[in-house]
């Protein structure tokens, strides 16, 4: 059984960082590639971060503008976004997702339940 487990999300003020892992069993890393989406309260969810299953490429969406990075550790099988500068407009959950290649398009075959973030002004 595959499960992705997010952990990380909290409340932080404007111009902190946060550290989210996704936590992966039932799956190799290196076998998928893997994402971060984030949806706010009545908006589409967006693609945010994708590392490719060999770990060599890396894509953002355009609003991360450098302030984020995704990461993995194949050993521990986990995911990490490591998001620094956040604003009041990065306030959404944020989940993990396991992708055959990355699009950032949602079309994931497996996803977490998601962990909240939230940045007050």
């Known amino acids: 059984q595959v499960q992705l487990v997010e952990s990380g999300g909290g409340l932080v003020q404007t111009g902190e960082s946060l550290r989210l892992s996704c936590s992966v069993s039932?799956?190799?890393?290196?076998?998928?590639?893997m994402s971060w989406y984030r949806q706010a309260p009545g908006k589409e969810r967006e693609g945010v971060a994708c590392?490719?299953?060999?770990?060599?490429?890396?894509w953002y969406g355009d609003f991360v503008r450098g302030r984020f990075k995704i990461s993995k550790d194949n050993n521990n099988n986990t995911v990490y976004l490591h998001m620094n500068n956040l604003k009041p407009e990065d306030t959404a959950m944020y989940s993990c997702?396991?992708?055959?290649?990355?699009?950032?398009?949602?079309?994931?075959?497996?996803w977490g339940h998601g962990t909240q973030v939230t940045v007050s002004s």
């Open positions: 590392i490719s299953s060999s770990g060599s490429s890396t």
């Open positions: 039932g799956l190799r890393l290196d076998g998928y590639s």
């Open positions: 997702a396991a992708e055959r290649r990355c699009t950032l398009r949602g079309n994931a075959e497996y």
